[in-house]
């Protein structure tokens, strides 16, 4: 009965029906063989008989002798694929949902298993756990893994086994589970090393800048000037050349470099070591040279790479200089600029600055000023100074300001309630964005970061944007700006506005209160002048008084109440000395401005003897404010950094996007320790 119902099926079956389908064309043409000649289809008649009995025969015969032979080659193909995928030379492993190892061959259990043999693959290589396996709405999955110093391409694959556990006597598995995990392991590891010494081969195309060439110059005798460039060449030349570079000498101050990607690696080891080599060439200079490196580093073209390292050296001259910027397509690393950049004393680039805002402002409609959140004395001087830039040039104005802190309000309240401004003169950023168009300039202060601004918004709406501020710039920068006026050795951007209203209007005349708002931005940023002071911070104070400032008014006006002292002197009490040299205080959260508070806590614990600089933490409507201080030996802006924020050498913060005081404190801590194991700080 079995044997009955036994069939052959597919290409087989057709290829075995062909001769009864050759009876049929015989018997047909039998028939018109008797339809012309009655002897000649009878002849033939006897023909077809005899071929239908002998093909019968050989069919019904030779059927159980061909499914005889079919069982017989599909249980040697089997085994003999059995045998391939074992002896297969790709380690190749069958596994269960759990990562229980079912079967394995031969190559995996010699490469990768050894002596040693696993119940679970997760446990010979972790990477290959149960939460990279292939799920069922999933395809494939392909990772690479590392084992014993190999690099595998390892692919996973889902294959289902429907009706396993009720073929199988042996393995019992649940019927939702009814699917193996089959796995197996490419060595690329020759491969791999390719690759890598292909792309430690490709060239990256460098700038090196003199930052302060013409300074240098004047401050050594003229005869040993031409010796004093030569010693600087041979420096940059033998750094270059010990890693097989080339170094092409653009200008009298600028180079242009190319090295190997490897190369690369040798520099950011010894931490680019050149910035210190040059510094050290004295044969009588007063100032010491310093350098300014941009490299491109994993670009797709030579032409982009060049690009990549133009972006890198203007960043570092906005930094300052005396650092090395390395841009790459992932984003920016900075090595160096741990002091300070000597002021210039030429106010040539302030005048060229002033002509070309003059320009832009006269060309617009209206003019929208705006500095950072939590707008502070310096943020808020600067918008006025501006503002009042644009009402001389007869042009309409406004500040974007959202929150007045407690210390602005009392200069806030007196601009805002003076009949000589108007009442829109301050605009929240909702009611900026309503009022802007497409002849609006947009002027940024004491900020270069977007989302630090009042009101992020306007700046895409805008197409001519200008940005003054003495903050070195990060990653992220107003991008889109048409002039950028940025001077990290600036004491303030209050006095950046002072130089520059002295050349955008000729013999520019301002209220007092506005002399005011702009003194008093420079003596917060300057802590009384104590602070980041030079010949031109001093020369902007004083055409301040000229105008009207009045000093002791602005004294007055940023002077604490009781809550406010109490405080500041409590957590300047409590704060912790770390390493016997950064002091880490928490300021209180639930007063008026407490943001504030933490800056001046911060400027109060650098008068201790051997703190070298300060950290205060505040809770401010959901987040935690990092205010950060140094005097001269700390640059506080690197830490913060790498917290995610920003700001001077010596005057920094960071923002944390949590509430937990501890955990941020310990966050800094490690940032701290780290960078002094990497010789950072």
Not at 488 to 503: D, F, G, I, K
Request: glycine residues 6%; hydrophobic residues 40%; proline residues 2%.
């Amino acid at each position: 009965m079995k044997k009955r119902n036994m069939r052959l099926k597919g290409q087989l079956r057709m290829y075995m029906q062909w001769p009864l389908i050759m009876t049929v064309l015989l018997a047909a043409m039998n028939i018109w063989m008797y339809m012309v000649d009655k002897k000649a289809g009878l002849m033939m008649s006897v023909f077809v008989v005899v071929y239908l009995v002998i093909v019968g025969m050989l069919y019904f015969y030779n059927r159980s002798l061909i499914l005889a032979d079919l069982i017989q080659f599909s249980t040697q193909y089997k085994g003999i694929q059995n045998t391939l995928l074992k002896e297969l030379a790709v380690p190749y492993v069958i596994i269960l949902e759990d990562g229980r190892i079912l079967w394995r061959n031969d190559s995996f259990a010699e490469r990768i298993e050894g002596k040693k043999r696993e119940q679970y693959l997760y446990k010979l290589i972790p990477e290959l756990n149960t939460g990279v396996y292939p799920r069922e709405d999933m395809g494939n999955v392909e990772l690479e893994v590392t084992y014993k110093e190999r690099d595998y391409q390892a692919e996973l694959r889902r294959v289902s086994v429907e009706g396993f556990s009720e073929a199988e006597k042996l393995l019992q598995i649940p019927r939702e589970k009814e699917y193996f995990i089959a796995v197996y392991m490419k060595d690329v590891t020759e491969l791999n090393a390719y690759i890598r010494a292909n792309e430690e081969q490709r060239l990256i195309a460098g700038l090196i800048y003199i930052d302060n060439y013409d300074e240098v110059m004047e401050s050594v005798e003229e005869v040993r000037q031409s010796l004093l460039v030569a010693l600087v060449d041979r420096k940059i030349n033998k750094y270059i050349s010990d890693v097989d570079g080339i170094v092409k000498k653009l200008e009298k101050d600028k180079y242009f470099v190319a090295i190997k990607k490897e190369s690369y690696h040798k520099f950011e080891g010894d931490k680019f070591s050149l910035l210190e080599e040059v510094k050290q060439v004295n044969i009588g200079n007063a100032r010491c040279a310093t350098l300014s490196i941009g490299l491109g580093l994993n670009a797709s073209t030579y032409a982009q790479s060049y690009n990549y390292a133009r972006i890198a050296i203007d960043l570092a001259l906005a930094r300052g200089g005396d650092q090395a910027v390395i841009k790459d397509s992932k984003g920016i690393t900075y090595f160096g600029g741990k002091k300070e950049q000597t002021a210039k004393n030429t106010r040539v680039k302030a005048r060229v600055k002033a002509e070309a805002l003059r320009e832009f402002i006269v060309s617009k409609d209206q003019v929208f000023v705006m500095g950072h959140k939590l707008a502070d004395a310096d943020s808020f001087g600067a918008c006025m100074g501006i503002y009042r830039a644009a009402v001389e040039l007869e042009k309409k104005a406004h500040v974007v300001i959202n929150e007045v802190t407690t210390s602005m309000r009392p200069l806030f309240d007196e601009i805002a309630e003076s009949p000589a401004y108007g009442k829109d003169i301050f605009l929240t950023p909702e009611q900026a964005l309503e009022n802007v168009t497409d002849n609006t300039m947009v002027v940024v202060v004491d900020t270069n970061k977007p989302q630090m601004t009042e009101c992020p918004g306007l700046l895409k709406r805008s197409k001519t944007i200008a940005v003054l501020d003495h903050h070195r710039q990060g990653s992220h920068v107003i991008d889109n700006a048409v002039l950028s006026y940025i001077e990290p050795y600036s004491s303030s951007t209050s006095e950046m506005v002072a130089e520059v209203l002295q050349y955008i209007v000729d013999d520019i005349r301002f209220p007092s209160v506005e002399a005011d708002c702009l003194y008093a931005g420079i003596m917060i940023d300057t802590r009384n002048f104590m602070n980041r002071t030079g010949v031109r911070t001093f020369e902007a104070a004083a055409f301040l008084r000229r105008c009207g400032a009045d000093i002791t008014r602005v004294r007055k006006m940023f002077r604490d109440d009781m809550e406010s002292y109490r405080a500041k002197a409590e957590a300047v009490r409590m704060a912790e000395v770390y390493r016997e040299e950064y002091a880490i205080a928490q300021c209180p959260g639930d007063i008026e401005s407490p943001t504030v508070l933490a800056a001046q806590a911060a400027n109060e614990l650098l008068d201790i003897s051997g703190i070298k600089a300060s950290f205060v933490l505040t809770v401010y409507e959901g987040r935690i404010y990092l205010s950060a201080r140094s005097i001269d030996e700390v640059n506080v802006q690197i830490i913060a950094e790498r917290l995610g924020g920003g700001g001077h050498i010596n005057s920094a913060g960071a923002q944390f996007d949590h509430t937990n005081i501890w955990k941020a404190i310990q966050d800094l801590k490690d940032t701290i320790d780290q960078m002094i194991e990497e010789g950072d700080i």
